[in-house]
């Protein structure tokens, strides 16, 4: 039977769909269709909700214009599908009867769309990080915040006492699960009696699987983490370790003797995931093995995540928060002296979060996010502007076709119609274009932003998405020429006397628009470039080439250090060795200093690092005062060096001799002063340092010399093999792993480079067709010149003045937007370059030189023609 | 007499008017199509089959009853015809003429 409805919670179907309907379906099925589709459309909202209710409506209206026009046989076709017909005909030849301009525009509009579409679903993509969850607006992420305890930078930390995620789902019913979580990278795991090292060891609470959403391949999920030693592994993990899926009981050991058993198999976690559990131990089974307390509110060194009740009102249960610290944490005040404040974050939030130390995975910078967009909105203005411009000053050599179809009753409306018509053909080639392009594109640019991007093409949203990028785009460039054409009277158009270049106004206004957006470019472009270079060439206080480092993780080496290292010198093609804690590029360990005679509340936090003898002279560190360590006089444990910001942080008059507790339990008297290196990336203050003497961390170093590194390796790989290890073996050059820190930078640096030369193109391209026009307007004012004794320069000058002075107003508005912006950004580094007069200088002189070698290039063609050829016919 | 030619997709849009007898319109073709299918089909489609039948003349169209009306609509029902009805069994009859023509030596798969 049909379906009533009740006509008062109908709701209405997309007037697009209906518009669609009416507009281009056969007359024959327009009834029907109409009829079924809103059936169909009824039901979906009960079932879907409206918003996909909406979009099914609309795929459908396309299915059957498409179908009925193309399949089946349009009988009755409507007056509008004709005139479209009539429309696109005539659009199609006047595009190709015009065909350099049309490839101007093609060129212009393909570049444009191809950079925005990219940067738009890789910013999508970037931006949809864990909005998969089926609860995702109501987890949250607790850091805490230090009361004056910096490090790095920031007082902020990701990791939190552990027993403060049951606790706080204790006191509070708002909230309803809540899990403690712990992670370790570099893991030893053994199955039966293959070894694996894996970087996404996690550890958690059953809670887990009730606030973050997975999938479950075996097992059952609301047993996974009951038993202490149980362990859910991710699909893809249980296919390494064990060639199958189906591994519920199996044992897996974990740091050389810790045995979890298999409970279960979750599907892997989707890439856009802040962190990927590839391995998740059972918490408490985890702090047992590993002898740690849980109810220990003075030590943050674990991860907590929570789910609210719904309808939870997030601030007010932060503004509760404090409660707990006062009833629980009977000594708020922890062990260092430190005051700290918890904070409930929004998982949506976290992936972005660039400020909180010991993160449970490293976050995405969403600045450069912001900057690429900003720079794929620019691009694409550029494009839609070249177009503008393009086809109002052709709009002048169409006067006479427009003149005519008024005299034979073409209304506005309907000319309007045809002129969008025209633009939206060209626009949609493009978007075709595009696309093809594209496809090609996006495996490249996956491997440089090293992310997995992709494209949906099955999606129908997506196509949905072009569909409208298309419709604005073609509106946006297309309605101004239209209504300009549009409103020519017919006399006047017809007797030619439309007065060529009056509207050049507006269209200068655009030039310089265009050029200020390529400008501000290319000045960003330059200072992000020499910020780059300052920091490649920067004097960091220590050697990077020719150094390679090992991290050995493996337990029995580390305990016979000494050994490899001398094992290590004995390579030929080696020159030094050193084991340190810390590389110096990164000195992690942070300590409050300790001496005899320290005044009690007097906190001085020192960033630490356990040398051997060796390095101060590998990493050509420079001493200032003092001596570095010698194996002659200095025992391990009992020398330190102090670096001049540690000696200022100290307010020590004569450091040298004096004495400071070392994490061995021992005291150790300064020995020397260190020049102060940058010791973390110059995003950050150069910070006090200590350096302990004690031949044994987990670091080697080993410089190299001559040319042949390859052989010095492969005996490096040998040496090490030898001592039976259960990692293998892995290394890195030292250059390689400090420039990872500006990893981000360099990249939006070549990205940037990229942009700015596509935004020159696409500006240049519209002023080589503006400066095409204007010569075509003034060929005879040329030639006459010409005639009179105008020699070539004069002509060239005459006919390029104009866009010289386009171009000056363009940099002048863009010089000190660029000035601001960019004087923002470099602030982000504690030590940078200063924006410099020469750079604006030089990027004037390439934008002048660019857009001159344009426009000469067409106007030169015409100073150079024979005038007669101008001049003979009137 | 005519040719027929009757699409695989075009038969069953027309058998499933059939069965449908006096309440065939697109949305209850298109469900029982799917159910029988097992798949989705697009509405699309099953217009431009409709169409092609209806210019064959297997199909004829009535407009709703007066009571029918959604939105200001008419619904649009789809009968089939006597010759609908033929085309049907002629193609059907020749399948069956050339099914009974497979060996005995083949039909016995059936059973196994």
């Known amino acids: 039977m049909a379906q009533r409805i009740n006509p008062e919670n109908r709701k209405n179907p997309p007037r697009l769909g209906e518009w669609l309907l009416e507009s281009f379906c056969s007359y024959d099925f327009l009834n029907t269709a109409l009829w079924d589709l809103e059936e169909i459309y009824q039901k979906n909202?009960?079932?879907?909700?409206?918003?996909r209710a909406d979009l099914i409506y609309i795929r459908q209206a396309f299915e059957v214009i498409y179908h009925l026009y193309l399949k089946g046989k349009s009988h009755h076709s409507s007056n509008r599908t004709a005139m479209l017909n009539n429309n696109l005909k005539i659009s199609l030849r006047s595009l190709l009867k015009n065909k350099s301009y049309t490839l101007l525009n093609l060129l212009g509009l393909v570049s444009g769309l191809v950079v925005f579409i990219l940067i738009t679903v890789y910013t999508t993509y970037e931006f949809s990080f864990d909005n998969y969850h089926e609860k995702g607006d109501r987890i949250v992420r607790i850091y805490k915040s230090d009361n004056g305890n910096f490090y790095q930078g920031t007082n902020k930390y990701a990791v939190v006492p552990a027993p403060l995620a049951p606790t706080l789902k204790e006191e509070f019913p708002q909230i309803e699960f809540a899990t403690r979580m712990s992670r370790d990278y570099n893991t030893v795991v053994e199955v039966n009696d293959q070894v694996f090292v894996e970087?996404?060891?996690?550890?958690?609470?059953?809670?887990v699987f009730d606030i973050f959403s997975f999938e479950y391949v075996s097992g059952n999920p609301d047993t996974y983490l009951s038993e202490l030693r149980s362990a859910v592994i991710s699909e893809s993990t249980s296919l390494k370790f064990f060639g199958r899926t189906d591994v519920v009981g199996e044992t897996i050991r974990c740091w050389e003797r810790y045995d979890f058993?298999?409970?279960?198999?979750?599907?892997?976690?989707?890439?856009?995931?802040?962190?990927?559990?590839?391995?998740?131990?059972?918490?408490?089974?985890?702090?047992?093995?590993?002898?740690?307390?849980?109810?220990?509110?003075?030590?943050?060194?674990?991860?907590?995540?929570?789910?609210?009740?719904?309808?939870?009102?997030?601030?007010?249960?932060?503004?509760?928060i404090p409660e707990i610290r006062a009833k629980y944490a009977d000594d708020p005040i922890d062990e260092d002296g430190q005051e700290s404040d918890y904070y409930l974050q929004p998982i949506s939030e976290m992936h972005f979060t660039k400020d909180v130390n010991?993160?449970?995975?490293?976050?995405?910078?969403?600045?450069s996010l912001y900057i690429y967009i900003g720079i794929a909105f620019m691009i694409l203005t550029i494009a839609g502007i070249n177009y503008v411009n393009l086809a109002t000053a052709r709009a002048l050599n169409r006067t006479k076709e427009i003149g005519i179809r008024k005299v034979i009753g073409a209304q506005k409306s309907t000319l309007i119609k045809q002129y969008l018509i025209e633009s939206a053909l060209l626009v949609y080639v493009s978007l075709a274009i595009s696309i093809v392009v594209l496809t090609g594109l996006l495996p490249a640019f996956s491997s440089f932003i090293d992310k997995q991007v992709t494209i949906d093409f099955q999606s129908f949203e997506f196509w949905l998405s072009i569909l409208f990028l298309g419709a604005a785009m073609t509106l946006l460039s297309g309605i101004y020429p239209a209504l300009?054409?549009?409103?020519?009277?017919?006399?006047?158009?017809?007797?030619?006397?439309?007065?060529?270049?009056?509207?050049?106004?507006?269209?200068?206004?655009?030039?310089?628009?265009?050029?200020?957006?390529?400008?501000a470019l290319i000045l960003g472009a330059s200072v992000l470039a020499n910020q780059l270079n300052y920091i490649q060439n920067m004097d960091s206080g220590y050697v990077r080439d020719q150094i390679v480092v090992l991290d050995i993780d493996d337990r029995e080496i580390r305990a016979e250090m000494k050994v490899l290292k001398e094992a290590i010198k004995t390579i030929p093609g080696v020159s030094m060795v050193s084991i340190s804690n810390s590389l110096p590029n990164n000195i992690s360990s942070n300590t409050n200093a300790t001496w005899p005679g320290r005044p009690e509340d007097l906190r001085i936090p020192l960033y630490t690092n356990v040398v051997d003898f060796d390095y101060v002279d590998l990493f050509e560190l420079e001493i200032v005062e003092g001596r570095n360590f010698d194996p002659e006089i200095d025992k391990q444990q009992k020398a330190l060096l102090l670096n001049e910001s540690a000696v200022k942080a100290l307010g020590w008059e004569e450091p040298i001799g004096r004495q400071m507790m070392t994490w061995f339990g021992d005291t150790a008297r300064v020995v020397g002063i260190l020049k102060d290196f940058h010791q973390h990336s110059v995003h950050l203050e150069i910070e006090p340092t200590q350096f302990f003497l004690r031949e044994q961390s987990g670091w080697v170093s080993v410089k190299l010399e001559g040319e042949n590194s390859d052989e010095v390796l492969a005996s490096l790989e040998a040496k090490y093999e030898e001592f039976d290890p259960l990692y293998p073996f892995t290394y890195y050059f030292f250059q390689d792993i400090f420039d990872r820190a500006y990893r981000s930078e360099m990249r939006t640096?070549?990205?940037?480079?990229?942009?700015?030369?596509?935004a020159i193109l696409i500006a240049c391209l519209g002023l080589y067709g503006l400066a095409a026009h204007k010569v075509q307007n003034r060929i005879k004012e040329v030639g006459v010149r010409k005639v009179l004794g105008a020699s070539v320069s004069r002509i060239l000058l005459l006919l390029s003045k104009d866009f010289a002075l386009l171009l000056l107003i363009a940099f002048a508005i863009a010089a000190p937007i660029a000035y601001f912006v960019m004087d923002g950004w470099l602030d982000g580094f504690a030590y940078h370059v200063e924006i410099n007069i020469m750079t604006f200088f030089l990027a004037l002189l390439a934008m002048l030189l660019v857009a001159g070698l344009t426009v000469g290039y067409r106007t030169y063609r015409a100073a150079v023609r024979n005038p007669v050829e101008a001049l003979r016919d009137e | 007499m005519k040719k027929i030619i009757l699409g695989a997709f075009e038969e069953m849009v027309l058998l499933t008017i059939g069965a449908l007898d006096t309440n065939a319109y697109g949305v209850t073709i298109k469900e029982s199509l799917e159910a029988q299918l097992k798949k989705r089909i697009s509405i699309g489609a099953l217009y431009a089959a409709l169409q092609r039948l209806e210019e064959k003349g297997w199909v004829d169209t009535r407009v709703g009853g007066i009571t029918e009306k959604q939105g200001g609509r008419r619904k649009q029902y789809f009968d089939i015809t006597k010759e609908g009805v033929f085309a049907l069994y002629k193609v059907r009859a020749m399948r069956n003429e050339l099914f009974d023509q497979l060996p005995e030596r083949k039909m016995q798969w059936l059973k196994g």
């Open chain 1, 45 to 51: 909202i009960r079932k879907k909700g409206k918003l």
């Open chain 1, 484 to 519: 300009m054409l549009a409103k020519f009277k017919p006399t006047l158009a017809l007797k030619g006397s439309v007065k060529a270049g009056g509207k050049s106004m507006f269209r200068n206004i655009l030039v310089i628009f265009q050029f200020t957006i390529s400008c």
């Open chain 1, 358 to 367: 010991f993160d449970i995975a490293p976050s995405a910078d969403a600045q």
């Open chain 1, 199 to 207: 970087d996404n060891v996690f550890s958690a609470d059953q809670d």
């Open chain 1, 749 to 758: 640096a070549e990205l940037a480079n990229w942009f700015t030369g596509l």
């Open chain 1, 261 to 320: 058993q298999v409970s279960g198999v979750i599907k892997d976690m989707p890439k856009n995931s802040h962190f990927v559990i590839d391995v998740l131990l059972n918490f408490e089974g985890l702090m047992i093995a590993r002898k740690r307390r849980t109810d220990n509110w003075n030590n943050s060194s674990h991860y907590a995540f929570v789910s609210l009740v719904e309808g939870t009102d997030l601030g007010q249960l932060q503004n509760r």
